[in-house]
């Protein structure tokens, strides 16, 4: 059974800051990993997917890199903004179901 | 482009009492996903569609719940009857595929059910 979990529970920086959240999964067997983000009452909002065959992907400030043997990803945000204060949540789907666990997600502030 | 549409956006009910939440996903996206999210944990899934037939249900609570998604288009999402614990979001997403490139998950804002 796959289980997704995400360290650290809660971060706060300066802005401006380079940061790195992690993810691991204990499932090695994914189709693909996502990063999400949550807004206080919203949704979730797709960052970034990374395909199994994949080991990195890029969006502006944002990258996201996966080693499945290791069962671990981490997003880096680079410098950080106020406006990047958010939930942080990582998905893993796998390829038997094509099913995707959520882990509890990373809340990040950053201080103006 | 439309997002995936939910209502009602909150309810609030008594125990034992009935609720129903509908969503509509993006246009051609042939999966469909019901997700439950309690304050501070991550979203877990309840049920996943493909068109119009389930991919996943086992953690669905069938006592209780139950979900169709008629025409492969729109989907209900039923609770009788509701019990405290079932305060939560219910988050409606979609995607083009299950599989493939266009497996990215678009998720609605959410219904925010309070069973009080």
């Known amino acids: 059974k796959q289980e997704v979990t995400q360290i650290p529970a809660a971060l706060s920086v300066p802005e401006g800051e380079n940061l790195v959240l992690n993810c691991s999964f204990t499932?090695?067997?994914?189709?693909?990993l996502q990063w999400f983000r949550q807004d206080p009452g919203k949704g979730l909002t797709s960052l970034l997917l990374?395909?199994?065959?994949?080991r990195e992907q890029t969006s502006g400030r944002l990258n996201a890199s996966l080693d499945k043997s290791s069962g671990r990803s981490t997003l880096y945000i680079a410098a950080s903004q106020p406006g990047d204060s958010a939930t942080y949540l990582c998905?893993?789907?796998?390829?038997?179901?094509?099913?995707?666990?959520f882990g509890a997600g990373t809340r990040l502030f950053v201080k103006a | 482009e439309a997002g995936v549409a939910q209502s009602p956006r909150y309810k609030i009910i008594e125990k034992r009492q009935s609720v129903a939440f509908w969503c509509n996903p993006i246009?051609?996206?042939?999966?469909l996903y019901w997700y439950q999210q309690i304050l501070g944990q991550g979203p877990k899934l309840l049920i996943q569609?493909?068109?119009?037939?389930?991919?996943?249900d086992s953690q669905l609570p069938k006592d209780r719940f139950s979900a169709e998604r008629l025409k492969g288009v729109d989907s209900t999402l039923k609770i009788q009857p509701a019990k405290l614990e079932d305060s939560a979001v219910y988050l409606c997403?979609?995607?083009?595929?299950?599989?493939?490139?266009?497996?990215?998950?678009?998720f609605g804002e959410g219904s925010w059910l309070t069973v009080v």
């Open positions: 990374i395909q199994s065959s994949q």
């Open positions: 499932d090695s067997a994914i189709y693909n």
């Open positions: 246009s051609g996206h042939a999966t």
């Open positions: 569609f493909q068109n119009n037939g389930v991919v996943d």
């Open positions: 997403a979609s995607s083009l595929l299950l599989r493939g490139p266009g497996n990215t998950i678009y």
């Open positions: 998905a893993a789907t796998n390829t038997g179901g094509f099913k995707t666990i």
